[in-house]
């Protein structure tokens, strides 16, 4: 059953005719928006930040931030002589172009301000979200050889600095102790570094930023974008986020995933925009109450965030004025129906879903306001992107067909390498010139694409992406823990729950405390939505006769279906 189209509401967006743009569209256009045009040299933050700064934007807001103790905003100009200062930091530091710098911190301007002075000197960004604990911050510095950091005194701990022989500086933001003597603290540094500097130019094809993510096994792998991605960041935030003069934006993601550095800095930025960061933990009242104080305009979050605010009931939206909300927009899940409903009847507004993927580097499927909303629908292919149904050869496959969601290889802000890693990038990359994403999905005869679910064992719980391999491999440092498999399950709210199944080694008794023991070792251990929220404990799990544990199993078990072929099983 097709649910009832959304008709387009009108309005001056920056997109006007879709069918026409995907028909006439090609990317040499944006190129000549960036320094390279002319010089052949480029920088992320010079585009994002400075250049803003010879234009009548130099005292523009370019961020407003606030949290539960601080309300402070910056123009254009003032982020563009704080990145220096923080260029300057790491430049007597002896940090070069290719270097990888880390940021491990909550959301903050110095968050922003030392991304933004990272950039400018060439080095490579790495953002790490501040729930990871000390194994997940540690494959992460080490995988990357990292040579510098900049974290917070609270988190200090979870760096294992002594077992990360590269690490050679690590930068406090906040008031540090006599424990952190020997550290660099950045107010200090910042108070006398000198606000102009050289910028590095690169090559478009330099590294620009480092996101750690999760496949079904292995290690989190380290996804390379570089400075090209900014052709295709700022252009979608132009089309899809619709950003105009005088928007107010703001993406709730933290700047540790995807979401947060290409919707969440580089592409607002890119184009000129205001936006909004707030500190701090989700609750509706204060997501409400963001809106207002700031009168956003253009937001884009997650369905989970979404459903938390439908659970919290009509009532609080009514408390808030937010009519000065003119887009919304979603990532990271399925966007279920019954969300954009109530957005529909609370905001009086479509959410628009957008799908993409932390190795796409930019949106790639979107809903965009000059088009007909689906609810359900993911939308359409972003002009210049080619995206496709296939089988596991690399045929296309008609409408109404499930199979692979693939996107033509070659898209501007497409990853470029996994970190230390040619041989697992190239899996990506096996059939025919298509990217195999690792969604499954059919596309309508109308040409929109329907998301059906992860074709691998990759876990999307509350908007998180988890790789179950991770998990599995802390559970069984536990002594308790022999044997240990990690699947999604099916939640309303969150999209899926961790469920872990394991076996315990002799002389261990399943007790309520053992469990919730386990749970703890994960969340001190990885980070707090990785722990799994409901444990079963079974005699023996099923395995490969190679001895790999069979998830398929486990989740049909989990959901009562028939468990399929079995023919590798163990015994
Ligand atoms: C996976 C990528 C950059 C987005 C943040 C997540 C799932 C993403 C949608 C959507 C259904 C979606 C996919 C994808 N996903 N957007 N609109 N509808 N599923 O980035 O952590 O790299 O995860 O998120 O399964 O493969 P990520």
């Known amino acids: 059953m097709q649910p009832i189209a959304l008709p387009i509401v009108e309005g001056k967006y920056n997109l006007k005719n879709y069918e026409e743009a995907y028909k006439t569209f090609d990317w040499s256009e944006v190129e000549k928006e960036f320094t390279w045009y002319e010089t052949g040299k480029v920088n992320m933050a010079y585009e994002a930040i400075d250049k803003h700064c010879e234009t009548h934007r130099k005292n523009k807001v370019a961020l407003y931030y606030s949290d539960a103790n601080r309300d402070e905003q910056y123009t254009f100009l003032d982020l563009k002589r704080l ?56 494959d992460r510095l080490a995988d990357s050889e990292a040579v510098a950091i900049v974290t917070t005194p609270e988190l200090l701990a979870r760096i294992p600095i002594s077992e990360l022989p590269t690490l050679k500086h690590i930068i406090l933001v906040g008031d540090a102790d006599e424990n952190d003597q020997g550290h660099i603290s950045y107010q200090d540094e910042m108070s006398r570094a000198s606000d102009q500097f050289e910028i590095e130019w690169v090559d478009r094809e330099d590294g620009l930023v480092l996101h750690y993510t999760s496949g079904s096994t292995g290690k989190p792998k380290g996804v390379l974008h570089v400075h090209n991605a900014m052709i295709q960041q700022y252009q979608t935030a132009k089309w899809v986020l619709d950003l105009q003069e005088e928007d107010v934006y703001w993406c709730t993601a933290d700047p540790g995933w995807v979401t947060g550095t290409a919707a969440g800095m580089f592409g607002p930025w890119l184009n000129g925009a205001s936006n909004v960061v707030r500190g701090g933990r989700f609750s509706p009242d204060d997501w409400y109450q963001t809106i207002e104080k700031f009168n956003v305009t253009i ?78 629908s993911m939308g359409k292919p972003v002009p210049g992107i080619i995206a496709a149904i296939v089988d596991d050869e690399g045929n296309e496959l008609p409408p109404n067909r499930m199979g692979n969601l693939a996107i033509k290889q070659g898209w501007p802000s497409m990853m470029r390498q996994i970190w230390n890693s040619p041989e697992k990038y190239d899996e990506y990359f096996q059939t025919k010139g298509w990217y195999v994403s690792g969604d499954s999905a059919f596309m309508d005869e109308d040409g929109y694409f329907w998301f059906q679910g992860r074709i691998d064992d990759v876990i999307m719980t509350a908007g998180e992406r988890v790789g179950p391999f991770e998990i599995e491999s802390k559970l069984i440092e536990h002594p308790a823990i022999a044997e240990a498999g990690v699947i999604g399950k099916p939640d309303a709210a969150r999209g899926e729950i961790i469920k872990a199944f394991i076996a315990l080694r002799n002389g261990y008794d399943a ?13 001190t251990g990885l980070a707090a939505h990785a722990a799994p929220r409901e444990i079963e404990v079974k005699e023996k799990l099923p395995k490969t006769r190679s001895g790999k544990i069979m998830r398929r199993v486990l989740k049909a078990w989990e959901l009562g279906l028939a468990t399929g072929d079995l023919s590798t099983l163990e015994d």
Request: charge should be neutral; hydrophobic fraction near 40%; aromatic fraction near 10%.
């Open 299 to 376: 937001w884009y979050s997650a369905p989970t965030a979404f459903r938390m605010l439908m659970g919290a009931g009509d009532e609080s939206v009514k408390k808030y004025n937010l009519s000065t909300l003119r887009h919304v927009l979603s990532v990271g899940e399925p966007l279920n129906p019954e969300v954009v409903h109530w957005g529909l009847r609370v905001f009086e507004k479509r959410i628009h879903d957008t799908w993409w993927m932390t190795e796409t580097g930019a949106q790639t499927i979107c809903n965009y306001p000059c088009m007909e909303i689906k609810p359900g």
């Open 83 to 138: 990145s220096n200062k923080f260029a300057n930091i790491l430049k007597e530091l002896g940090i070069v172009k290719g270097d990888r710098v880390f940021i491990f911190m909550p959301r903050s301007p110095e968050l922003y301000t030392a991304a933004l002075g990272t950039i400018k000197t060439g080095a490579i960004l790495g953002p790490l979200f501040e729930a990871f604990m000390r194994e997940a911050v540690k």
């Open 511 to 523: 007790t309520d405390d053992l469990l919730e023991e386990i749970r703890n070792f994960v969340k």
